[in-house]
C-alpha cells in the first residue's frame, strides 16, 4: 500500500495554518492531495531558497500574481522564516490562505520570528495511525519499524531507518547549523535513545555522552523542536508521598528510537514493553490533538520509584488512569500502580491496556483492555 492511497486522520482545516511533522510523515503528499490548486512553494528547491535569500522581494512578487482569496503552500518554512513576514502581509492585505509546513520548529521560536499573530492555526502530521493503516496494521511490525509513511513504503524498512537517521544528522542538524559540535550531537543520539519511555535524568545523560549537562538540555530542546522526541511532565498530586518531578523522555515512532540505537535486529522481548508504552503515548497526543479527547497527559510516580502510572489523562477535574502493559496475562504487580492512585481525587477510571484478548474488570474496579479494544476506543473517542 503506497502512502497516497492511505487516508489521513487529519482534517483540512478552511484557514491558514502552520503543518508540523518530521520528514517523512508525508506533509507534502497530505496537501498536494487536500489542496491540489494551492500554489506551491518549495524552499527545499535550493536554487529558489539562494534565490529568496539574495533578493526577497521575488517571493512578494509571487505572491501578488495570485487571486485574492487563493491559497499558497510554502513547503518547510523553517528554512527561511523571515519570509512569514510577507505571509502576514499577504494574508490581511490580499485575503490569501496559507499553509505553511515544517519539520523544525526551532527557528520559528527564536529570535522574535513573526507567527502570524495567532491568525494562523497549528496542525501536526503524525506517523501512520492503526485506523489509517486498516489491515495492513500489525502492532510487531510497528515496535520494529515504526510507521513512518517514508519507512513504512519503503521495499527494504530497516535499509530505509538506517539512512533516515543519518539524514537527520545531515539535513535537520548539520546542514542547519543547528549545534557547532555535530560529534557531540550524535553521540548523544543513541544515548538518547535508551531513555525512550524513561524518566530523563540529565546528569547521567550528560555522563554518557561526555558532554556538559547545559549541552544536553540544549539537545534535548533540539529533539523536541525538530519534532523527533517530546517530554511527559510529572503530575504531583502530593498522595501522601513524596513524587517524582522529573519528565519522561518519548521518540514520536519506535523505528527512530531502534534506528538511532543501532539496534534493528529481531524485536526482543524486552524493548517491546518500552517501545509500546511510547508508540501508546504518541497515539493519545494525537488524538489529544485532532479530537479534543482530553486536556493535559502526565505520568505519575512516587520519587522512590517503586510503582508508577504511565498516563494520567485529565478532563476538566476528572481523571483516567492509563497503564500499558506489553504481556498477553497480568499479574499483581503490573497494578500496583494504578492500586496506589485510586486515592487521587478526581480519579473515575483507571485502566491497563495489555496484548491480551480478553476484557477484563477486575476486583479493584480496574479494567483490563486488549490493545485492539483499546485502539477502537481511541477511535470512536469513547475512552
Same mark, same amino acid.
Given at each position: ?87 502576514? +502581509? $499577504? @494574508?490581511?492585505?490580499?485575503? %490569501?490562505?496559507?499553509?505553511? !509546513? ?6 520559528? /521560536?527564536?529570535? =522574535? ?73 550524535? +553521540? $548523544? @543520539?543513541?544515548?538518547?535513545? %535508551?531513555?525512550?519511555?524513561? !524518566? ?6 550528560? /555522563?554518557?555522552? =561526555? ?73 493519545? +497526543? ?98
Amino acid at each position: 500500500m503506497v502512502a497516497d492511497m492511505i487516508a489521513r486522520q487529519l482534517s483540512a482545516p478552511n484557514q491558514s495554518f502552520f503543518l508540523f511533522g518530521i520528514r517523512g510523515t508525508g506533509k507534502s503528499t497530505w496537501v498536494r492531495a487536500q489542496y491540489p490548486k494551492a500554489y506551491r512553494i518549495d524552499l527545499l528547491d535550493e536554487s529558489l531558497y539562494q534565490a529568496y535569500l539574495a533578493r526577497i522581494s521575488l517571493f512578494a512578487d509571487e505572491l501578488r500574481a495570485l487571486e485574492a482569496g487563493s491559497w499558497a503552500f510554502v513547503d518547510e518554512i523553517q528554512r527561511l522564516p523571515s519570509l512569514l513576514n510577507e505571509v502576514h +502581509r $499577504f @494574508l490581511e492585505e490580499r485575503r %490569501l490562505k496559507f499553509i505553511l !509546513t515544517g519539520s523544525s520548529a526551532r527557528k520559528l /521560536r527564536r529570535g =522574535g520570528v513573526n507567527l502570524l499573530g495567532g491568525r494562523a492555526l497549528r496542525r501536526t502530521m503524525y506517523p501512520f495511525t492503526p485506523l489509517e493503516l486498516g489491515r495492513d496494521f500489525d502492532i510487531t511490525e510497528v515496535l520494529t519499524h515504526g510507521s513512518l509513511p517514508l519507512i513504512w513504503t519503503s521495499p527494504d524498512r530497516k535499509e530505509a531507518l538506517e539512512a533516515y537517521v543519518q539524514l537527520y544528522l545531515k539535513e535537520e542538524i548539520q546542514a542547519e547549523a543547528i549545534v557547532r559540535n555535530l560529534p557531540g550531537f550524535a +553521540r $548523544f @543520539l543513541p544515548i538518547a535513545a %535508551l531513555f525512550h519511555a524513561q !524518566t530523563l535524568n540529565i546528569s547521567s545523560l550528560a /555522563r554518557d555522552a =561526555g558532554v556538559s549537562r547545559t549541552t544536553v538540555s540544549g539537545y534535548i530542546e533540539i529533539l523536541e523542536d525538530t519534532l523527533v522526541a517530546f517530554r511527559l511532565p510529572a503530575f504531583e498530586g502530593k498522595l501522601r508521598v513524596r513524587e517524582r518531578k522529573h519528565p519522561k523522555l518519548y521518540w514520536i515512532d519506535p523505528g527512530l528510537v531502534r534506528a538511532a540505537r543501532k539496534s534493528l535486529d529481531a524485536l526482543s522481548r524486552e524493548e517491546a514493553g518500552p517501545l509500546l508504552e511510547g508508540w501508546v503515548a504518541v497515539l493519545l +497526543r494525537m488524538h489529544c490533538e485532532y479530537d479534543g479527547l482530553f486536556d493535559e497527559m502526565h505520568y505519575w510516580a512516587p520519587a522512590d520509584g517503586a510503582l508508577e502510572v504511565d498516563f494520567l489523562l485529565s478532563r476538566g477535574k476528572e481523571f483516567l488512569a492509563l497503564e500499558v502493559k506489553n504481556g498477553e496475562s497480568l499479574q499483581p504487580q503490573h497494578l500496583r500502580g494504578l492500586h496506589a492512585i485510586s486515592d487521587l481525587k478526581g480519579v473515575k477510571r483507571r485502566m491497563v491496556v495489555y496484548r491480551g484478548a480478553k476484557r477484563l474488570r477486575l476486583e479493584d474496579g480496574i479494567e483490563a483492555l486488549p490493545l485492539e479494544t483499546f485502539i477502537e476506543l481511541l477511535r470512536d473517542g469513547k475512552l
